[in-house]
């Protein structure tokens, strides 16, 4: 690899001592490749089509990115910064998961190296054609350009330029462009611990652009979000529009916790000068007109550096505690999956010493859970909700609590009630009447079945008859009861399971071995359902 030194002052504005050791632990766990598995700090630079995004990126890195006017960013590009002894840049393909196997392996030997930017641009060009994007066939790709900057003049930080947002669909971008470039944004936006600074043109009224809708989306309450409005010499001056745009950033419009900041493009339509031309130019744009008598740091590439700077350090410093507690809480659950494995079994004597293991385990665990005994990790803390389904003895006498009582509440066919409270009927099944009412039913059925008993006495069939008719809702009940407690059984199989054998082997146990007999007992327990209800003592009372 060419190792050279890049001479960018841009990039270094980006870097204090005092971020050092912080910014060297994320770029520790970045380059072991974490960010897979749990989001690190980074910068994206997101907006809409033509918003001058890719301007924003090259005057904070000082790196050149295409930024012609009939050139937009067709795919993510992630610049990674980095502190070495050593001095180069190195470009690659990081593949989208999306893609099959033979187009991953594929897209992953793009590998390249540079001995000066302004080859970056001829090389971004070579990378679409790489990933299937021409003129006339795909448009946009969610594969990520990397682009690794290393040297001992670089910070640790990574910026991401993110694909415009589109409005609509043309002739050069279908529908499904659309759709694929707002996901794309929307996935890094949704990282917890990104900032995202969201690009507006004063060439188009804010409240139309897509990427405030999508920043709102993403971070609702605005913590990590700045805005940038670039191309403020469009504007013209005095204009109800100008003073719009003052306005917005002064953060008076669409409040954001980190600001707004305001940045003059270089002109695309001109011809490129050096990016030290673009800060002059800039400069001298800020000193005249409205722009003069803004806070100064909230205008030109140079305020924004500090500001980074700044943001970048509070993000780390907040953020590292909870981000060395989600990779510890995901160490711990990637060595119990390790352990759920087991040893290797290559041999039918190690297979079925696992499985005799396993199935030791499941019996302990499920003697416990029957005996209400949860001493184990496994019931998880007694305030979890996770772990209440696993304390099987506690959730079935609690759905039969609640089961006795809807039997007392909603149980009988007949409610009597009182002339003065009619709706004292529970359900909709239930039929209300007054105590009048019900005795001279009885006296009707009464004359209805006489035998041959003796007078003043009654045929002892009509107790029968009545008690049926009065418990004829016993059997809804009772059988949505069992449908509970089985959904519970399954619900209590399927987590024992799990935790006692890794996945594979867990989920064959469920399809092999006990939904074939949960489905048996299924078929049984619909025999039974009504000698269940009736051997239930409070439903007796």
């Known amino acids: 690899m060419v ?44 907006g809409d ?57 594929s897209l992953g030997t793009f590998r390249e190296t540079l001995d000066s930017f302004e080859n970056l641009p001829v090389l971004i060009d070579k990378a679409k054609g790489v990933m299937g994007i021409s003129t006339h066939g795909k448009a946009f790709s969610n594969d990520l350009l990397r682009v690794e900057v290393a040297g001992p003049d670089r910070p640790h930080l990574t910026i991401v330029d993110l694909p ?52 709102r989306g993403a971070d609702e309450s605005g913590r990590r979000t700045m805005g940038v409005i670039t191309k403020p010499d469009v504007l013209t001056p005095g204009s109800e529009t100008e ?63 500090e500001r980074l700077s700044k943001l970048l350090l509070s993000q780390i410093a907040t953020e590292l505690p909870s981000l060395i507690e989600e990779i510890k809480i995901q160490v711990d659950e990637a060595s119990e999956q390790i352990k759920r494995l087991g040893d290797a079994r290559e041999t039918l004597q190690q297979q079925r010493a696992y499985l005799f293991q396993i199935s030791q385990s499941f019996q302990s665990t499920v003697k416990a859970a029957v005996d209400g005994t949860y001493n184990s990790h496994f019931f998880g803390d007694v305030h979890a909700e996770s772990g209440f389904p696993k304390r099987l003895r506690a ?45 001279e039913r009885i006296e009707k059925i009464l004359k209805r079945t006489r035998g041959r008993e003796l007078p003043g006495t009654f045929n002892p069939m009509i107790v029968c008859d009545l008690f049926m008719e009065q418990c004829a809702l016993w059997r809804g009940i009772t059988h ?37 007999k949960l489905d048996q007992l299924d078929k049984r327990r619909l025999q039974k359902t009504w000698n269940y209800s009736s051997h239930t003592p409070k439903v007796i009372q």
């Not at 904070?60 to 012609?68: A, E, T």
């Not at 499904?176 to 900032?195: C, F, G, H, T």
């Not at 003065?420 to 099944?429: Q, T, W």
Request: charged residues 25%; aromatic residues 6%.
């Open 243 to 305: 003073k719009m745009f003052v306005s917005l950033a002064k953060n008076q419009e669409v409040e954001f916790r980190l600001g707004w900041h305001v940045l003059k493009n270089m002109d695309t339509e001109q011809v490129r000068g050096s990016l030290a031309d673009r800060d002059a130019q800039e400069r001298n744009f800020f000193s005249q007109g409205v722009w003069e008598f803004m806070p100064p740091m909230l205008l030109g590439i140079d305020g924004l550096r």
């Open 395 to 439: 959730v079935v006498q609690n759905l039969s609590e609640e089961f006795a009582k809807k039997i007392s509440r909603e149980g009988h066919r007949r409610q009597i009630c009182s002339p003065r409270d009619p709706k004292a009927v529970k359900a909709e099944s239930q039929i209300s009447l007054t105590r009048t009412e019900y005795i």
């Open 3 to 46: 190792m050279t030194k890049f001479a960018t002052d841009a990039l270094s504005g980006l870097c204090t001592q005092e971020q050092l050791d912080l910014l060297n632990s994320i770029d520790t766990l970045r380059l072991q490749g974490i960010s897979h598995y749990v989001s690190l700090p980074q910068i994206i630079v997101c």
């Open 49 to 105: 089509q033509s918003s001058g995004k890719s301007s924003v990126l090259e005057a904070i890195s000082g790196v050149s990115f295409p930024v012609r006017s009939n050139l937009c960013t067709r795919f993510p590009t992630e610049l990674v910064l980095r502190k070495s002894s050593h001095v180069g840049v190195r470009v690659s393909i990081v593949p989208h998961p999306s893609r099959n196997e033979s187009e991953q392996r």
């Open 164 to 215: 415009g947002l589109i409005h609509s669909e043309t002739k050069q971008q279908s529908a499904a462009d659309v759709q694929l470039v707002q996901d794309v944004v929307q996935s890094y936006m949704k990282e917890p611990r990104s900032i995202i600074l969201a690009v507006v043109s004063a060439k188009n009224d804010f409240a139309n652009q897509i990427v405030l809708r999508l920043a």
């Open 480 to 516: 949505e009861h069992i449908e509970e407690v089985a959904r519970a059984v399954k619900r209590f199989i399927e987590l024992t399971t799990g935790h006692i054998a890794d996945n594979a082997t867990s989920t064959v146990l469920m399809r092999e071995v006990f939904q074939p």
